[in-house]
């Protein structure tokens, strides 16, 4: 059962088009990956699937059409998104952010249950929870803008950059924490990656934009092992 469906996706900024008649899919219990130089318009692709973005073509979430819808009722159907920049709220302490992650519920033992496991999985984060995210290391940001995003409790995580401007151990970190997530919580995953190699070793399929328009997807493991598109597409 596919999860998302997007068909004949178009999007623009003002007059400007980014993205011509895209069409991906992403299955129930996945990890797909968009990927593609600066430009090719990835982080547009996962702004339009949640509608911030100005958009015509059709989006399915769950089986239901959300083009068009607000990206609030979005949030609620189960769409999470950690946006490039992690987009944390720096004056609030770790605590703060991880519980306004959680606004649209109104089960506060739950609420309570999945914070406690956030600190599990990212035992820093339990070190600073009274710390203001701002004063957080890179790492450390992103790994709560992962969490806050946890706390919708999530059918859809979309993920822009996720290991942009880290260190490669706390990158390694991190993406061993997502396989975890999607695993072990069976929450799929877009992602949007700059690092062709890493995003194909975590993804089971894989969409390759250029300049708004997809010219190649497959099986990850089939793109990852075939050399003359690595090194004709992805640079490595």
Sequence with gaps: MNLLEVKNLSAWYGPTQALFNVNFHLSQGGITT?????????????????????????ISFVGQSISGMSTDKIVR??????????????????????????YTRRDKDGVS???????????RLR?????????????????????RALMLRPKLLLLDEPSFGLAPLIVQEIFEIMKSINQTDGVSMLLVEQNASLALNLADHAYLLETGKVVLSGPAEDI?????????????
């Design 34 to 58: 968009i990927l593609g130089a600066n430009g090719a318009g990835k982080t547009t692709t996962l702004r339009s699937v949640c509608q911030t973005a100005k958009t015509s073509g059709d």
């Design 77 to 102: 159907m189960g769409m999470a998104h950690v946006p490039d920049g992690r987009g944390t709220f720096t004056g609030l302490t770790v605590e703060e952010n991880l519980k306004l992650g959680a």
């Design 113 to 123: 249950e999945d914070i406690e496991k956030i600190y599990v999985r990212f035992p």
């Design 127 to 147: 070190e600073r929870y009274s710390q203001q995210a701002g004063t957080l290391s890179g790492g450390e940001q992103q790994m709560l803008a992962i969490s």
């Design 224 to 236: 990852r092992a075939d050399e003359t598109i690595r090194r004709t597409y992805l640079g490595y």
